[in-house]
């Protein structure tokens, strides 16, 4: 199951479930959005399930938006694969690296990423994300697969200097637009082996991270156990989890953002999310 924002002309932006290139409202069937479809657990699934009668707009006509434009909670996972955290100098992490985006940041596909004027150093980070589809507090890392509704794409986009002039990472990752997401949100059971996707990020069309989900210190399930010891999350929740090797301020000499870069974030089985870098006015 794919499921997504969209908008079409006067409608919108509202939940719809992507088959066959076209694009089928949730609304319609009583969720306006992709959280509230997620609340609705099993009985939602089952309905949209029942609801497929082979219409729905063609994807191509409809504006795909982040596919959860409000997330409750928006957590990210820094260090989270080894390759990366030998690449940046640091020891491999023995407890995961945790900050956080606020809604601010959330973007959809083809949205621009602003370059802020106070921030020369603007870096890229493809990550694999996961979503939660229920009620989450204290969950063992063996049973995730009851909480974990699906994935998507997110770019971890990052202001390196504003990131790296404290120990708390938040202020240089939240800036507006940095944090885009999708294009699609596509359910668990569509992707069978999490922990073997490849990760990758291209600069115009250039690709500079290539990796796995194999290289994760920390995977989903050992996640959602050590998140949710501390905090409850709930439907449609975000954890970003980490991001391969290869980001810009690692290389020689530096790669950052420039107005005009496309950037594309591709994730196996979930799909592509570009978007372009613009100054800030």
Not at 37 to 61: I, N
Not at 107 to 135: H, N, T
Request: proline share 8%.
């Amino acid at each position: 199951m794919r499921i997504v924002t969209y908008s079409h002309e006067s409608r919108g932006p509202e939940a719809g479930i992507v088959a066959g290139g076209l694009v089928r409202s949730l609304a319609d069937i009583g969720y306006p959005s992709v959280i509230a479809f997620l609340e609705a657990g099993e009985r939602a699934v089952a309905k949209a399930r029942m609801h497929d009668d082979g219409t729905g707009l063609p994807l191509e006509s409809v504006r795909l938006h982040a596919p959860i434009p409000n997330p409750g909670k928006f957590i990210c996972i820094g260090l989270n694969y080894r390759d990366h955290a030998i690449e940046s100098g640091m020891e491999i992490p023995e407890i995961p690296t945790v900050f956080t985006k606020y809604g601010n940041a959330v973007c959809g596909p083809g949205d621009p990423i602003v370059l802020p004027s106070v921030s020369s150093q603007v870096d890229y980070e493809a990550e694999f994300a996961f979503v939660l589809g229920r009620r989450a507090k204290r969950v063992k890392a063996a049973d995730w697969e009851d909480y974990v509704f699906g994935y998507t794409c997110v770019h971890d986009v990052s202001a390196r200097d504003y990131q790296l002039a404290t120990s708390q990472w938040t202020i240089g990752k939240t800036f507006d637009t940095f944090g885009p997401m999708g294009p699609v949100l596509v359910s668990r059971d569509e992707v069978p082996d999490v922990n073997n996707l490849r990760v990758r990020f291209d600069l115009n069309g250039r690709i500079l991270q290539d990796s796995s989900t194999s290289q994760l210190v920390f995977d989903v399930p050992a996640l959602l156990e050590y998140l949710s010891t501390v905090m409850t999350l709930e439907p449609g929740d975000i954890v970003s989890t980490g991001t391969p090797p290869g980001v810009g301020m690692a290389r020689k000499p530096p790669v950052y953002l420039q107005p005009g870069d496309t950037c594309t974030v591709f994730v196996e089985g979930i799909g592509e999310l570009v978007n372009p870098c613009i100054s800030e006015e």
